[in-house]
């Protein structure tokens, strides 16, 4: 036991001083930070520009639509009144009109011009040019006042108040989303899904880059030789163990540092985003109890034992980054396709086949804490699930320690399946 733990001490103190797991830590922070902050601060920067009405329309409609148009367009900019100028023409002028406010942009009276003629009247299309004619919500905001503007028309036409109308078919709803579980309502329904896509899509990452990093360090071992002499003095199975363990724990210390930073970042977003001249937007808050947050890193320990097995079996069949890469394809594929499924679950979590999915011991630590975020999973339900997951874990690492024990002292070409099933036979 006490050569296990030097080995996971070796392993764990090695890994966690060098400067890319310190760059990587760091940076996971910022990328959340950023992930949060720089969506509300682009919905800002891109909402519609206060000179989106500072324009001249060019109506030759004969139907005053210019001016329903112009008496609209700045409604709904912040800190805006309708700059518009409305020009009347008739379609013969139609042309003269566009030469001249077209040396008005250029000389930056104006931002730009509208032309609305007969097909505009009847709400097919509508002629814009401007400085700001690749600012699409400019853009969007003009179309959506010419379409009302239209319409307003035509329910004119109609003898009907086009005020009122619009007043009584404008609705805009606003959908809170509120969990209900086995112990009573409480969290937020959008937060739960963040946190289910957040869980999974860390957790599937974390597997990938530490599963790689252990398949890496097993071959860098056997063509360094070290191999050879720590064989000498610790068992195969004791190295094999250490060395999942070890990193597994460096894996636990950047989820931990990850989640505080990412519960931080949440608290202290308003000032934040105060100083970036963005609104405090609500961030839906998960509703995850500490006996969740544990069934979670359970889900994540044992998925990362049973990959990580894998990879260091795979390491020990092959020498070189080339073998490694082909012989790991199969686990690699096991792992994207149960992220593959992130997104069905998430859609529906209640579904037979996606219960089915995440019941398979190779997706189940992926899959599994997307619905246990999202929906109230049976206790015996996860409770199986994660008896099976053990059982695998249990294979795997039995299959691995006696491949590691034959193939870290085995140089050349790749083994053959029949080769390596020998090794499982034979191996004492």
């Known amino acids: 036991m006490g050569k296990l733990w030097a080995v996971v001490k070796r392993e764990y103190v090695e890994r966690v001083r060098s400067k890319w797991f310190v760059i990587a830590t760091v940076l996971g ?39 329903v148009v112009a008496q609209s367009l700045g409604n709904d900019i912040q800190g805006d009144s309708s700059l518009a100028r409305v020009r009347r023409v008739s379609p013969a002028e139609l042309a003269q009109a566009e030469s001249t406010v077209t040396r008005d942009v250029i000389a930056k009276r104006f931002e730009g011009y509208l032309v609305l003629d007969s097909a505009s009247a009847r709400g097919t299309t509508a002629r814009y040019a401007g400085r700001n004619a690749s600012t699409i919500p400019d853009m969007e905001k003009i179309e959506r006042t010419v379409e009302q503007a239209v319409l307003v028309n035509r ?3 109609a003898g009907l108040d086009a005020e009122r109308v619009q007043e009584i078919s404008r609705v805009k709803l606003d959908l809170k989303t509120e969990r209900i579980t086995d112990q009573g309502r409480g969290g937020s329904g959008a937060g739960n899904v963040a946190a289910a896509f957040g869980a999974s899509f860390v957790l599937y990452m974390l597997i990938v880059l530490y599963g790689q990093t252990i398949l890496r360090g097993v071959i860098d071992e056997k063509n360094s030789r070290v191999a050879e002499v720590v064989v000498a003095s610790v068992k195969p199975e004791s190295l094999l163990g250490g060395k999942v363990l070890g990193v597994g724990c460096v894996a636990l210390t950047q989820l931990a540092v990850w989640t505080a930073s990412m519960i931080l970042i949440v608290k202290y977003r308003a000032p934040i985003l105060a100083r970036l001249g963005a609104p405090n937007a609500p961030v839906p808050v998960p509703d995850v109890g500490f006996s969740a947050a544990l069934t979670l890193l359970a889900f994540f320990v044992l998925g990362f034992v049973l990959y990580a097995a894998l ?21 690699t594929i096991l792992i994207v396709m149960s992220a593959v499924f992130i997104q069905p679950v998430m859609l529906n979590p209640t579904s037979t086949m996606n219960k089915v999915i995440s019941w398979i011991p190779f997706s189940a630590p992926i899959l599994m804490p997307v619905r246990i975020s999202i929906i109230p999973v049976p206790w015996y339900e996860i409770l199986l699930v994660m008896l099976g997951l053990i059982v695998a874990c249990l294979v795997c690492v039995w299959l691995a320690a006696r491949i590691y024990r034959v193939g870290i002292l085995m140089y050349g070409k790749r083994p053959s399946l029949m080769e390596v099933a020998r090794w499982i036979k034979y191996a004492r």
Not at 321 to 326: C, N
């Open 155 to 157: 329910l004119r036409e």
């Open 311 to 331: 990879f260091a079996a795979i390491g020990a069949m092959v020498s070189n980054e080339q073998d490694a890469q082909q012989a790991a394809t199969p686990v």
């Open 29 to 67: 922070p910022v990328l959340m930070a950023a992930m949060i902050v720089v969506p509300i601060w682009l919905a800002v920067r891109s909402s519609t520009s206060a000179k989106a009405s500072n324009i001249v329309i060019l109506d030759a409609t004969e139907r005053d639509l210019g001016k």
